[in-house]
């Protein structure tokens, strides 16, 4: 019985480039939000290839303005890191 009402979490992940434009950027915040809307969590990465690794600042920036479009939606589980050549942050549905 308990395991009929369980619910499975699925971890989402959307995939960013440092270079990736304002409006491409705002769609893939829309396609977070669905998937935060369907109580799933979502790994934000933003990759770095080559000697993009230099701009890990314009990463940042993108990783807070991504954070601040979500603040209403969302609890951020992990802050904003550097794992190797990727930016990685975790957000889930807030209760």
Do not use: W
């Not at 303005?65 to 190797?84: I, M, N, S, T, W």
């Amino acid at each position: 019985m308990a395991k009929k009402n369980q619910t499975m979490i699925q971890v989402k992940e959307i995939r960013f480039r440092p270079k990736t434009d304002e409006h491409d950027l705002d769609v893939k915040i829309r396609q977070i939000k669905k998937f935060l809307e369907q109580q799933d969590k979502v790994k934000i990465s933003i990759m770095f290839r080559g000697r993009e690794i230099v701009y890990t600042d314009i990463g940042r920036e993108m990783m807070q303005y991504v954070k601040q479009e979500l603040e209403d939606l969302a609890c951020f589980d992990q802050e904003p890191r550097l794992e190797g050549r990727n930016m990685v942050m975790i957000v889930s549905p807030k209760k």
